[in-house]
């Protein structure tokens, strides 16, 4: 592939200990970018915070989820057992609330689980089968033991001399270009 | 702010000091107080003492959950090897240990097996093939005999817990550790045994013809509610009173809300399969256990527990940021204490009116209070007894360090 089609993708820092990397995202937070990230081979406690990450909308989500299932069981057994083809079993009512309860409850699990991790995936944008960090060879050790923070070309804050500096101001163990 | 070093937890206030003297002094003041007022409200009035032995089987059984609760669950991290409850263990030990105090107050109920047990009318086991059946198991001798081991298992293994965890205190020996996990292997086993056994025997045999083989499974979801609320409210008190303020963090109480919020459903989980099964096979003789429950009075009791100790708390307890947040945790804390409460009181009372016929209200008063605060008070007293001399936390345990950093990721 020649020079001229590669598009810049963003500057890279590395890192070899968990408090560097944790001290760049608290910087990089307070210089107010937004498209930017952290890789790290283990889940660091405290990282949230100095990303200045916000909670999470998927508790809300799988909690529509949740009540859907229920509400969806429990409207399901009620037309197949009371209208649509009612029986006797046992001889209680055609719709008979603790006889639907297991199918609520187990509904209810099932919508909320598989929206959890729908939800997951589709938030992450994943799954993602390529990543331009791909290209930078040393980036392997990210799941080794290396940690990395990444701040995109796309961000509108980024410039090539400003967050060059920013990042080397940070004291890593390189700073580089990632061009895809 | 948490701490980092266990070293720092030298500048802690870490015991109970002047705190458990004056508890251990009033709550037993205001305990035997209270069992006697009670005690005496049945003597004076008419058939009095029956419905006494009924309020003190209800109280008796709430303050035995808590610890039997706790032994569990001391048990259970050590053979998890829990690393983020060592801050709490040790209240959980202490709370363990007051089955001492459970098996004094045991003996009142020798003295009205008579006023509990329909089983123990020879008169009633004569004209009774379904009693006559069950005698082998259901008699006085071996009835009293299985009690002793269970104190005995019970008392061995929370006075080994706390022995040796406090040893620990001293020399700091990891192998204390080890030796905790192996005890507690095969210690869990024998509570299970126990615990189901005793709930058999207190409780489901007050109907003799009645029986669920899932009795024993929701007593012990009755017991990990009471044992979790009880723990997060001990928890938030003695914070209140400035003792470890710094070691128990709002990671250990999300986690501490958590196991409240899990135990609440499954002790919905476990009664509604009770009830499912009743329900579908209808058969009369197993039917009867429910359908005092079912009708007035105790349809209100039945309907709050439905209502107060699972919807209400299961919403009140979904979100993090209230398992995150003493005061909320506090509230509802309290809140499950008082319906487990009123739990053990619908496995007892109802048959109290089946077997005297008091018909009307479901029964309440003043003799329930008395009941209540008098085993309160000598409950507290106990824990404080227990905890005289001791550190609030292990403080030389090997998962200090990891419990007092812990994080919910």
């Not at chain 2, 690393?83 to 003295?111: D, K, Q, T, Y």
């Not at chain 2, 996990?181 to 024998?190: C, I, P, T």
């Not at chain 2, 100790?309 to 299961?314: D, E, R, S, Y």
Request: hydrophobic share 50%; net charge negative.
């Amino acid at each position: 592939m020649s020079e001229t089609n590669k598009q810049l993708y963003g500057y890279l820092v590395e890192f070899d200990n968990v408090d560097g990397l944790v001290n760049a995202a608290e910087k990089v937070r307070d210089a107010g970018y937004s498209d930017w990230d952290c890789h790290s081979p283990f889940p660091i406690h405290g990282m949230d915070d100095a990303m200045g990450i916000k909670p999470t909308v998927i508790p809300w989500i799988v909690l529509c989820a949740g009540i859907t299932g229920c509400t969806a069981a429990l409207a399901m057994q009620w037309w197949m057992n009371a209208i649509d083809y009612p029986t006797i079993i046992s001889g209680k009512p055609f719709f008979s609330l603790p006889a639907n309860i297991p199918i609520i409850f187990e509904l209810t699990v099932l919508f909320s689980a598989l929206t959890a991790v729908g939800s997951l995936f589709a938030l992450n944008g994943l799954p993602q089968l390529y990543h331009p960090l791909f290209t930078v060879e040393k980036f392997a050790r990210a799941t080794d033991d290396r940690f990395f923070l990444v701040i995109e070309a796309s961000d509108p804050r980024f410039d090539l001399e400003k967050t060059r500096q920013l990042l080397e101001s940070c004291n890593g163990l390189s700073v580089e270009k990632v061009e895809d | 702010m948490s701490l980092h070093d266990p070293a720092q937890l030298m500048d802690e206030r870490r015991r109970l000091e002047g705190l458990g003297l004056s508890v251990t002094r009033y709550g037993g003041a205001i305990g035997l107080i209270g069992l006697v007022l009670a005690c005496l409200m049945g003597f004076i009035q008419e058939n009095g003492m029956d419905r006494f032995f009924f309020v003190y089987l209800t109280n008796f059984i709430f303050f035995l959950s808590i610890s039997l609760g706790a032994l569990c669950f001391t048990g259970i991290q050590h053979v998890t090897r829990a690393g983020w409850s060592i801050v709490v263990r040790r209240l959980m030990e202490l709370l363990a240990a007051n089955v001492v105090l459970m098996a004094i107050l045991f003996i009142p109920i020798i003295f009205g097996l008579h006023s509990l047990y329909h089983w123990t009318h020879a008169e009633a086991v004569a004209h009774d093939p379904i009693l006559q059946h069950k005698a082998p198991y259901l008699n006085t001798a071996f009835f009293l005999f299985r009690a002793v081991i269970f104190f005995a298992v019970w008392i061995g293994l929370a006075l080994f817990f706390l022995r040796k965890s406090t040893e620990q205190d001293e020399s700091g020996d990891y192998k204390i550790s080890i030796r905790l996990e192996k005890v507690s292997s095969w210690g869990l086993f024998l509570y299970a045994m126990t615990t189901t056994y005793a709930s058999f025997d207190w409780l489901m045999s007050l109907d003799p013809h009645w029986y669920s083989t899932i009795y024993g499974v929701y007593f012990f979801a009755g017991s990990a509610v009471a044992l979790f609320a009880t723990l997060s409210a001990l928890c938030i008190g003695l914070q209140k009173s400035g003792r470890l303020t710094r070691a128990i963090t709002t990671e250990h109480y999300h986690d501490l809300g958590k196991f409240l919020f899990a135990f609440t459903i499954f002790w919905a989980y476990i009664a509604f399969s009770q009830y499912m099964l009743y329900w579908y096979a209808n058969k009369p003789e197993t039917t009867g256990w429910i359908l005092r429950r079912q009708t007035a009075p105790m349809l209100w009791v039945s309907l709050s527990l439905i209502f107060c100790h699972f919807f209400l708390p299961f919403f009140g307890l979904l979100s993090r940021h209230i398992k995150r947040n003493k005061s909320l945790l506090f509230f509802w804390a309290i809140w499950m204490l008082v319906m487990h409460w009123v739990d053990i009181y619908w496995l007892v009372m109802p048959e109290y009116v089946h077997q005297y016929g008091e018909i009307g209200a479901a029964p309440f008063g003043l003799m329930d209070i008395f009941c209540l605060i008098g085993f309160g008070g000598l409950y507290a007293a106990g824990f404080a007894m227990w905890a005289r001399g001791r550190s609030l936390i292990p403080m030389k345990d090997p998962r200090l360090a990891e419990s007092l950093t812990f994080e919910n990721a």
